[in-house]
């Protein structure tokens, strides 16, 4: 029966009905503790600890004993947070704060279905800590609080803000002439110039399909606009069939047909495949803003990576072009049953301060969601690429809900993707398996459905 | 003193029994019961769905499909697992060179020490297709024709992991056939020689018989080998569990299910059926298996 059985058997020991009396107590508030915090409640943080480190939350917990000296801050930087937190949560006695990040995170559908996520509105409707004449909620960048957002309730907030598109060297293309595309069209005549050089115009990582998941669904956004995208979240009949949707598995199909991607690269992993880029064996790879701190290691000097949104399908679409897509990661939540709920929001109140944003994308190479965080900060070629196409972008920055709310439909996307990038299905026939995923996801009354 | 005897015995029996109750036996009890009911494995509530779960099971196309690729590993890994550790054994017990014989005992066992992640990662790294050593073996015997992507090929990936497998567990039952055959008396393999039997035939005849009894507990611990997989599975394929969901095996489906679905209710009637089948394997296997015990007298 694997271990997997035992442990979720063993989490089962305590699956009784709790009580549900509001706990936590709750301080007088005032300006300088608007939300109320008792002075001298311990508080107790559970962090991920991963490629970002946790100086950052280390730094907001500074903060907050400065404010409250008599308040002991009991920090936690763990992996496999669900691992850790999942018998906390089903016994009803969580950490005041909690980074669900990483692999092995408690799946965050699950979570707030089960209620067992505090509602954070009193937070962003709170002084902000820089300019307390703004609300928290309007110093993050924009999506940060639709992203989590589930029904009208929001729940998590994420502190780093990803955006997905494609990465190239700089210095490869000043060397051959190449520039970037603008359009898809213009992408498949520059692989075939680059491919006459010796290098693969494309390489992914294929052994996790959902990387090249992510240009493909951008160019449907950018072709169908934010009604296609809604549709697709929104599980609407015949919504993966779609014209832009087709288009766009058409227009990834190309590279396939058009023999741009490096042989072998359906059995790569992240790793290998990015470090076969970083060498120079292709020009082009797929890949969130994260790709230049997790290549660090093996980067060779002088390489200049920069990452670019993907190309317009077409003249006519129907998102400006630059439009990119963007999410942000990094969940902090706030239990329900948390001890102490007004010092855990006014944990994150601080941890969303510039102060403790900026120090975040200076160690964690990584852009953060507070706006004007890293204004005067010099940034890495990478990180600077991928502010630049966050700036180009303005509002044209669009997310899909789906992989959040309906993993089996991801994986049924994920597999198809990559039949498609092996050409063992065409797009009309990958369009089609999708379809009926999507379909049986939407009949099964067991999933809890959401709407946006 | 008698009594001391048996106070001291449970004494010491007990602490350790207790221990295997609370953390082995009563898990499982408890996933019987989970398997009844729609936890997620967060909420404090579990409601009672009858047999619901179990109904779901033979509709889910995946959890079928696992069934299949553990159904193809039962009949595949240890038939040729045992086949192999079988000829491999025999050839070592014929031998003069006594120290030679051990020699290559030890390293017919190094698999067995490394553990299975190891032995996925490493295997990875042989069938990646770019600079893994099968394709690089290949290119140099002159057969770059037959380079493939072996982990991302529907066709070939349930067979690379099953190759892995067996390669991970034919030195354990080498050793273990070994020493089954090397207390079988001299005098009687003397005298099957001296009647003219040959090689093949005092394989069958004698030795094959008076080992038989160790063949059987391989057959059923490779058989249980065989209906897991998931370290592997999980760590070397494409997905994991592909490409396209051939190589998902029950393990896989039921670990995605709790941990990546929230369907802990569901997790656990995979389980439950899990257990059943194992259970029956088990029996199935030495019911077919036996055969009448030869006596050395």
Not at chain 2, 35 to 52: I, K, M
Not at chain 2, 158 to 172: E, H, R
């Amino acid at each position: 029966m694997g271990v997997a059985g035992v442990a979720g058997a063993a989490l089962a020991g305590c699956v009784t009905g709790g009580d549900d009396g509001d706990t936590g107590t709750k301080g007088d508030k005032s300006a300088t503790n608007p939300l109320g915090v008792p002075v001298d409640a311990p508080l107790e943080v559970v962090i991920f600890k991963g490629g970002y480190g946790d100086d950052y939350a280390k730094q907001a917990g500074s903060l907050y004993t400065q404010k409250y000296p008599k308040a002991a801050i009991d920090h936690k930087g763990i992996q496999r947070v669900g691992d850790v937190l999942q018998p906390r949560f089903v016994a009803d006695t969580p950490p005041d704060v909690v980074d669900n990040s990483g692999a092995g995170r408690l799946d965050l559908a699950t979570l707030v279905a089960s209620k067992k996520l505090k509602d954070l509105g009193e937070l962003l409707d709170s002084p902000s800590v820089d300019d307390p004449s703004k609300k928290v909620r309007d110093t993050l960048l924009p999506g940060v609080v639709e992203d989590g957002t589930f029904d009208g309730s929001v729940q998590v907030l994420n502190f780093s803000s990803v955006l997905w598109g494609v990465w190239y060297s700089k210095s490869l293309f000043a060397k051959n002439g190449w520039t970037f595309p603008t359009t898809w069209e213009e992408m498949l005549t520059l692989g075939d110039t680059i491919k006459k050089t010796g290098v693969a115009p494309w390489t992914w990582q294929g052994k996790y399909p959902e990387y090249m998941n992510d240009p493909l669904q951008s160019l449907a956004a950018k072709a169908g606009g934010m009604d296609l995208v809604k549709a697709i979240d929104n599980l609407e009949p015949g919504a993966w069939q779609s014209a832009p949707m087709l288009a766009a598995a058409e227009a990834i199909h190309q590279l396939v047909v058009r023999g741009h991607i490096m042989t072998g690269s359906e059995a790569l992993s992240h790793t290998e495949a990015q470090n076969a880029w970083c060498k120079g064996q292709a020009a082009f790879i797929p890949c969130g803003s994260w790709l230049e701190g997790e290549q660090q290691a093996v980067t060779p000097a002088g390489f200049d990576m920069v990452m670019a949104a993907v190309p317009a399908l077409t003249g006519s679409d129907k998102l400006a072009n630059g439009a990119v897509q963007g999410a942000s990661s990094e969940s902090f939540l706030v239990p329900a049953k948390a001890k102490n709920p007004q010092g855990g929001l006014e944990y994150l109140r601080l941890l969303f301060s510039k102060q403790v944003a900026r120090g975040f994308a200076e160690s964690a190479k990584a852009l953060p969601v507070v706006i004007g965080a890293t204004d005067g900060l010099t940034l890495s070629s990478g990180l600077s690429s991928v502010a630049a196409a966050a700036k180009a972008a303005g509002p044209n920055v669009f997310t899909y809900r789906f992989r959040t709310w309906y993993a089996p439909l991801s994986k049924a996307f994920d597999d198809a993707t990559g039949e498609l990038l092996t050409n063992r299905v065409n797009p009309a026939q990958w369009a089609e398996r999708i379809q009926k995923a999507a379909d049986s996801v939407a009949k099964d009354s067991s999933i809890v459905k959401h709407k946006r | 003193m008698r009594h001391g005897r048996y106070r001291f015995l449970a004494g010491a029996m007990i602490p350790p029994l207790l221990l295997y109750g609370v953390f082995v036996l009563s898990p499982y009890a408890q996933a019987f019961y989970l398997a009844f009911t729609d936890w997620n494995g967060l909420s404090g509530q579990a409601n009672l769905v009858g047999l619901e779960n179990f109904g779901k099971l033979w509709s889910d196309p995946l959890f079928l499909a696992a069934l299949r690729h553990n159904g193809l590993m039962l009949l595949v890994v240890p038939l040729v697992t045992i086949g192999l550790a079988l000829f491999f054994a025999a050839m070592l017990g014929t031998g003069e060179k006594r120290r030679a014989a051990s020699a290559y005992r030890i390293v017919y066992f190094f698999p067995q020490l490394l553990s299975v992640a190891i032995i996925a990662v490493l295997w990875q790294f042989v069938y990646t297709p770019n600079s893994g050593l099968l394709n690089g073996l290949l290119s140099g015997i002159g057969l770059p024709g037959l380079r493939r992507s072996w982990l991302a090929e529907p066709d070939l990936a349930i067979w690379a992991v099953m190759a892995t497998m067996i390669w991970a567990a034919v030195g354990f039952y080498v050793v273990l056939f070994s020493a089954a055959m090397e207390s079988i008396p001299a005098d009687v393999l003397e005298a099957a020689l001296l009647d003219g039997a040959g090689r093949m035939t005092t394989f069958r005849r004698i030795t094959l018989p008076l080992v038989w009894d160790s063949v059987q507990v391989a057959w059923i611990y490779l058989g249980v080998a065989a209906l897991d997989g998931f370290a592997l599975v999980q760590i070397m394929t494409v997905g994991p569990g592909g490409p396209d969901n051939s190589t998902e095996v029950m393990g896989l489906s039921l670990y995605r299910n709790a941990f990546t679905y929230g369907k802990f209710g569901y997790a656990s009637a995979m389980g439950v059926a899990l257990f059943f089948l194992t259970l029956t394997l088990a029996v199935l296997l030495l019911r077919v298996s036996r055969r009448e015990r030869v006596e050395l007298s």
